[in-house]
């Protein structure tokens, strides 16, 4: 089927709420998309909306050429011209991978719920990608390479990632090009082997071509063949992670150690990568996987102080339970007490990376003068006597009994009405005056 005939079928066949914004770098590649497009709307005699889509990377002295070239070719074409400027910053990054941070950032920003991003990914692209990816050491997930469609992130009003073209070959795009005498731009910075993409494309690729013809077919069935096993690995997930008695904890999620324990340790690795994807977290590599094993599922492991940390996320044990959680900053206590702002029947607390303490003033005595109301944190020697006991105990020893997590004991805050320690987060109120007895552990809410 030629190029024109499956770019058709493919908007008949698919229903479209929202814009089709086309990722437009000016490049044959992306040229050969939005013209395609733009001629199936035409021709199909369709109202749908199109939007080229330019990143200015900044990356190049003819930067603002290829933009105002850009915006030529969109005209030529009757389509909607965005552009956006964006400063790569490597922050330690190849200038690669940093500067399609900086175009993922723009797409998101532009491509909306009802919106597809179309790209004009190929064969040989995905054949890049690969390779790329088995040279850095990628599992099944990562050698599935490219998928054809997929949500633009994980928010709720997220678009959707289209590639159309990419069961077809730069070669197809190219005579496609010349039958329609398209003009593009020619990055400078495609021929230099400094940026390992063009090393595989100028290198490798060709040299493969030249002896398995079908080579590219054959990395887009394999990366098909991966995608399926991905998928079955996916299903196994789904059917632990209903086993391991998951549930929402005060900050982050848990599951019964005991249940993980029990599976193997690829199974453990297959849920714990699974599980962080469903959670927003990142995706632990190879070697922090083997960590998490080493130091939670092994029979030299010391459960209590073991922590692995990567990306934005963590995992912890405490009590029978293995954690994951957003990756704890450190916290040191204020000198100074904090106090509380009044907002309708809500006083809520700022309290920095500890979270903030909500109260609901409605169930507060009126006795009770939310100017005498302040927050502090441990210093060591607290004593109380939460309600319902006849006798006080340390903070220390009631926070262990309450079975607060280790990580959490010395940022939960302390509520003084004046000088007497009135409650201990949302976990016991105290004992106090006759003017406090009315308060109960709902008054309070601590969110980290």
């Not at 089927?1 to 929202?18: C, D, P, Y």
């Not at 469903?278 to 094993?293: H, I, M, N, R, Y």
């Not at 912890?316 to 040191?332: E, H, V």
């Not at 809520?348 to 903030?356: N, S, V």
Request: charged letters at 25%.
């Amino acid at each position: 089927m030629s190029l024109e005939s499956f770019v058709q079928q493919a908007l008949t066949h698919r229903v479209i709420k929202g814009r089709l914004v086309v990722a437009f770098s000016g490049g044959l590649d992306s040229t050969v998309l939005l013209h395609l497009i733009a001629k199936a709307n035409q021709t199909l005699a369709s109202s749908r909306e199109i939007t080229a889509l330019h990143i200015n990377h900044q990356l190049s002295g003819y930067a603002d050429a290829w933009e105002e070239h850009c915006q030529n070719i969109a005209e030529d074409l009757g389509v909607e011209f965005i552009s956006e400027t964006v400063e790569v910053q490597t922050d330690g990054k190849g200038v690669e991978a940093a500067a399609r941070d900086a175009r993922y950032r723009v797409f998101e920003q532009y491509v909306k719920q009802d919106d597809i991003l179309l790209v004009a990914h190929h064969s040989n692209d995905q054949a890049e990608t690969f390779m790329l990816r088995l040279m850095r050491g990628a599992g099944v997930l990562g050698l599935a390479a490219m998928r054809e469609e997929r949500c633009l992130n994980d928010k709720p009003d997220s678009g959707v990632l289209w590639r159309p073209l990419l069961n077809f070959s730069k070669e197809d795009l190219e005579a496609y090009a010349k039958e329609y005498d398209l003009s593009w731009v020619e990055d400078d910075s495609n021929s230099s082997l400094d940026f390992d993409r063009n090393f595989l494309r100028h290198e490798p690729i060709p040299a493969l071509l030249s002896r398995w013809p079908q080579a590219l077919k054959q990395f887009s069935t394999a990366s098909s063949h991966l995608s399926e096993a991905q998928h079955l690995l996916d299903d196994l997930a789904i059917i632990d992670l209903q086993n391991i008695d998951e549930r929402d904890e005060r900050y982050g999620y848990s599951a019964d150690y005991k249940l993980c324990a029990a599976l193997t340790n690829p199974r453990i690795k297959n849920l714990l990568r699974y599980w962080c994807e469903q959670k927003g977290f990142a995706t632990p590599s190879g070697d922090q996987l083997l960590q998490v094993e080493s130091q939670f599922f092994s029979t030299s492991a010391q459960l209590s102080s073991a922590v692995v940390s990567w990306g934005n996320c963590e995992c912890r044990q405490f009590n029978g339970r293995f954690y994951i959680m957003p990756s704890l900053k450190k916290f040191t206590a204020p000198d100074t007490d904090v106090l509380f702002s009044e907002n309708n029947s809500l006083i809520i607390a700022d309290l920095g990376i500890a979270g903030r303490l909500v109260v609901n003033a409605c169930l507060l005595p009126n006795s009770i003068s939310i100017q005498n109301l302040s927050i502090r944190w441990r210093k060591g020697g607290e004593r109380c006597t939460p309600m319902g006991r006849a006798h006080s105990q340390t903070v220390k020893k009631l926070l262990q009994e309450y079975q607060l997590e280790t990580w959490l004991r010395d940022r939960v805050p302390l509520i003084y009405y004046k000088d007497d320690l009135v409650a201990v987060g949302d976990l016991w109120v105290c004992k106090n005056e006759d003017a406090l007895t009315e308060i109960t552990p709902d008054t309070f809410s601590w969110q980290l």
